[in-house]
């Protein structure tokens, strides 16, 4: 069946829309423009302009420059679209205008449609809905607000429930004893636990780092308009805007210090991709010490054993790899190249506008997403279930000749060393070569060499 076509009009020219289509000319030409990748920016930031919208119109009526009939309308709309509805409505592709000018406008032309046929009223798109508000102010609010959002209401809880998994299987493993490893050879020992408790300390300082950059994001550009200044918006637009925000989010947002900073530099959402890379770090750490741990099951360490998920080979019959680890590892990396894109994106304000905005915010909700999504599936795909093979770490720690470091202080380095290296040639224990190499009785040796003793550090004599 042919699709129909109405005509829209705007400020240049006549244009065929879908018949369908909520949107108007506007978006139209950005959709015949923009073929680029196929791509569109996540509705959680299609979200944020709607939400944007809404707290506009509530401040523009409370300011007394739009009647409160419309005012209502265009947040009907616009909760709407915040609450999930029209999503098929905002196709238009990430690389676009610099500006992000064709997604507000795809926004304002929605809503103008929606409050329009549910209100009976004229409700224009640039004049009511966009009112006090410029693409330029907007589209830098929305990947503030959208940011701060998910933090705080995904990815902060999601961090957090991993680190209580983590804590829980530490308090179960702080008997189990291993030999510790650095530059991936044998070191001290250490127990499990204290192992676990590493990860769950970087995740809290990222945790910490995430909370401490909220109150930026919460610093809204939004009353700028064009460039900063604020034409064409009123003198309390911007406060009372953030107080309609902060009511509706719960969140304690407040207007930008300097909206030409907001709006010319994108300094905030660079330094938020750094700290998602941080928490980036912190899971690629976590997953590529599961995956060592588990590695083997024959010829590798064998530590622990992660939960089967799936086959592992189309060939080899029994095969089961560390899909979930491997996975994070992956969503790790693409949030460090994320950084790389935003980076040179937040060097492009030239003047009094940054142009590339839906990178930015395309890029920067991508890697929060990831990382919420792998801070759930180690906590609960790979953390919470693994078993661990107690024996296969007591027969490397009996052998492990790096425990001779604790009777460093008793018969001194160089003789600690020879004990050693007999140990390593002659594939013994160390606690026999060194009752052959010392005068020390079995007794004082087994108590100076006792594995778990060893884990509480201080001086053993």
């Known amino acids: 069946m042919a699709q129909k076509f109405r005509t829209e009009r705007d400020s240049m020219g006549d244009i065929e829309v879908p018949d369908d289509a909520l949107y108007g000319a506007q978006t139209q030409r950005a959709l015949n423009n923009f073929n680029i990748s196929g791509l569109t920016l996540p509705f959680a930031f299609i979200r944020a302009v709607a939400l944007i919208k809404y707290c506009a119109a509530e401040a523009n009526a409370k300011l007394d420059l739009l009647a409160q009939n419309k005012a209502d309308a265009i947040m009907q709309a616009a909760l709407e679209v915040f609450e999930g509805r029209w999503q098929n409505q905002f196709p238009v592709d990430v690389f676009q205008t610099g500006s992000g000018t064709s997604t507000n406008m795809n926004v304002n032309e929605v809503l103008a449609t929606l409050a329009s046929r549910a209100s009976g009223l004229d409700i224009h798109p640039n004049d009511d809905v966009n009112l006090g508000q410029s693409s330029n102010d907007v589209i830098p609010t929305a990947i503030q607000l959208s940011a701060a959002r998910r933090i705080q209401r995904k990815l902060l809880p999601a961090m957090q429930n991993l680190r209580k998994i983590i804590d829980k299987k530490a308090i179960s493993l702080d008997h189990v004893v291993k030999t510790g490893?650095?530059?991936?050879?044998?070191?001290?020992?250490?127990?499990?636990?204290?192992?676990?408790?590493?990860?769950?300390?970087?995740?809290?300082?990222?945790?910490?780092?995430?909370?401490?950059?909220?109150?930026?994001?919460?610093?809204?550009?939004?009353?700028?308009?064009?460039?900063?200044?604020?034409?064409?918006?009123?003198?309390?637009?911007?406060?009372?805007?953030?107080?309609?925000?902060?009511?509706?989010?719960?969140?304690?947002?407040?207007?930008?210090?300097?909206?030409f900073a907001g709006i010319a530099g994108q300094d905030i959402a660079v330094a938020t991709s750094g700290i998602m890379v941080s928490v980036a770090t912190v899971m690629m750490k976590i997953a590529n010490d599961l995956r060592w741990m588990n590695s083997g099951p024959l010829a590798g360490l064998g530590e622990i054993t992660l939960t089967a998920l799936q086959p592992g080979s189309s060939i080899m019959p029994g095969k089961v790899n560390p899909v979930i680890p491997e996975a994070v590892?992956?969503?790790?990396?693409?949030?460090?190249?994320?950084?790389?894109?935003?980076?040179?994106?937040?060097?492009?304000?030239?003047?009094?506008?940054?142009?590339?905005?839906?990178?930015?915010?395309?890029?920067?909700?991508?890697?929060?997403?990831?990382?919420?999504?792998?801070?759930?599936?180690?906590?609960?795909?790979?953390?919470?279930?693994?078993?661990?093979?107690?024996?296969?770490?007591?027969?490397?720690?009996?052998?492990?000749?790096?425990?001779?470091?604790?009777?460093?202080?008793?018969?001194?380095?160089?003789?600690?060393?020879?004990?050693?290296?007999?140990?390593?040639?002659?594939?013994?224990?160390?606690?026999?070569?060194?009752?052959?190499?010392?005068?020390?009785?079995?007794?004082?040796?087994?108590?100076?060499?006792?594995?778990?003793?060893?884990?509480?550090?201080?001086?053993?004599?």
């Open 181 to 259: 490893r650095t530059h991936l050879m044998d070191a001290m020992p250490l127990t499990l636990g204290q192992e676990l408790r590493t990860w769950a300390a970087q995740l809290e300082q990222a945790e910490q780092r995430l909370e401490a950059l909220l109150p930026q994001l919460r610093a809204l550009p939004q009353g700028g308009t064009a460039i900063g200044t604020g034409i064409n918006a009123h003198a309390d637009f911007a406060q009372v805007f953030c107080e309609s925000m902060s009511n509706f989010t719960e969140q304690p947002f407040t207007p930008a210090a300097n909206k």
């Open 329 to 461: 590892a992956m969503a790790s990396a693409q949030v460090m190249g994320n950084q790389t894109s935003i980076s040179i994106a937040g060097q492009s304000g030239n003047f009094q506008l940054n142009v590339m905005l839906p990178l930015i915010a395309y890029n920067l909700l991508q890697s929060i997403e990831l990382m919420w999504a792998s801070s759930n599936a180690l906590a609960n795909q790979a953390i919470a279930e693994f078993q661990v093979n107690e024996d296969k770490l007591k027969e490397a720690l009996d052998r492990n000749p790096i425990l001779v470091t604790a009777l460093n202080p008793v018969i001194g380095y160089n003789k600690a060393a020879q004990i050693a290296k007999a140990a390593y040639q002659q594939n013994r224990p160390v606690l026999e070569v060194a009752t052959e190499m010392t005068d020390l009785t079995e007794t004082e040796l087994k108590a100076l060499l006792s594995p778990l003793e060893l884990t509480t550090g201080g001086l053993h004599k």
